[in-house]
């Protein structure tokens, strides 16, 4: 594997993870302010940086109602926000650090359906770097250049979500449980 034609083999580990945003399924908050939960890995501060990643996140809006908005305490482990808020928190952390791969694992799950199409859309508008998406949702991964798809962790089949529909039995089911006819 190579990351702008190094292979990782070559790089510390302290680099190889810098070059690297990862979101997991359950985001992960730290206690201190929402400043400090977007900005965190991020080297240089940056205010316009943090507003840009919570935009592209979906957070402003709820970032702003908040009395003391970015200055907002956030508790440890984020419970005094929802699973959503605190996902997207996550997802800014990540935007934020500027990294040259981005790993949602599963990382939408928790966004209702019209938050993750906004979310998806600006990154892929506004994020050009490497993005790797695991997800159970067929619309999360729909408009991906390559989709993987796993069965008891063997790979059953790669393509775009067209060719998939013609050539594999597992992505053909998985799609007909979560989409409609004219969606397919």
Not at 13 to 34: A, C, N, R, W
Not at 77 to 93: E, F, P
Not at 155 to 176: D, F, M, N, P, R
């Amino acid at each position: 594997i190579k990351i702008d034609g190094i292979d990782i083999k070559d790089l510390r580990q302290e680099d190889l993870h810098s070059t690297m945003g990862y979101v997991p399924q359950k985001g992960i908050l730290f206690g201190g302010s929402i400043k400090g939960n977007i900005l965190f890995g991020n080297d240089e501060y940056d205010d316009q940086v943090m507003i840009e990643a919570a935009q592209i996140a979906q957070a402003e809006s709820f970032i702003e109602e908040m009395e003391d908005r970015y200055d907002h305490n956030i508790s440890q482990g984020g419970t005094n926000v929802s699973g959503g808020q605190r996902q997207r928190l996550s997802i800014a952390r990540a935007i934020a650090k500027n990294p040259l791969i981005y790993i949602f694992d599963d990382s939408f799950s928790a966004l209702d359906y019209r938050t993750d199409q906004k979310l998806r859309k600006l990154l892929d508008e506004k994020i050009h770097a490497t993005k790797l998406i695991v997800a159970q949702r067929i619309n999360t991964i729909r408009y991906a250049d390559q989709i993987i798809v796993l069965d008891q962790g063997t790979i059953v089949g790669k393509g775009t979500h067209q060719e998939l529909l013609k050539s594999c039995s597992v992505y053909q089911e998985i799609a007909s449980s979560q989409l409609t006819k004219e969606e397919m």
